[in-house]
């Protein structure tokens, strides 16, 4: 067993396990990338399904309040998308600590 795999095993006695990589850190940061990455995503689609319903409002006043509420609500949810992103960033470069990356 090389050094790489001697620091990645597990000693449980006479035995060695071999670690598998996977830690907090590691489900951590898959998690948060894909949360972000959902919630952008989300909110691009209620944005343009938003411009769809203002567009076929036609002229009904009901419809066009509901769809300027929705615009505005993806408009915000986008941003806070956003500001969570350079936040989450922010926090790790100071820390050192890499919270959004995938593993593959």
């Known amino acids: 067993m090389n050094q790489t795999n001697q620091l990645l ?3 449980l006695g006479k035995h060695r396990v071999p670690s598998s990589g996977i ?3 590691n489900t951590v940061s898959v998690f948060v990338t894909l949360f972000l990455t959902f919630v952008s995503v989300l909110a691009i689609i209620y944005l343009i399904l938003g ?3 203002y567009i076929t409002a036609g002229g009904d ?3 066009i309040k509901a769809a300027k509420d929705q615009l505005t609500y993806a408009v915000i949810g ?12 922010v926090f ?3 820390f050192g600590v890499t919270l959004l990356e995938l593993p593959f």
């Open 9 to 11: 095993a597990l000693n």
């Open 23 to 25: 830690s907090l850190a």
């Open 51 to 53: 411009g769809i319903q």
């Open 61 to 63: 006043p009901k419809q």
């Open 78 to 89: 986008l941003v806070v998308a956003i500001i969570s992103f350079a936040v989450i960033n």
């Open 92 to 94: 790790s470069e100071f």
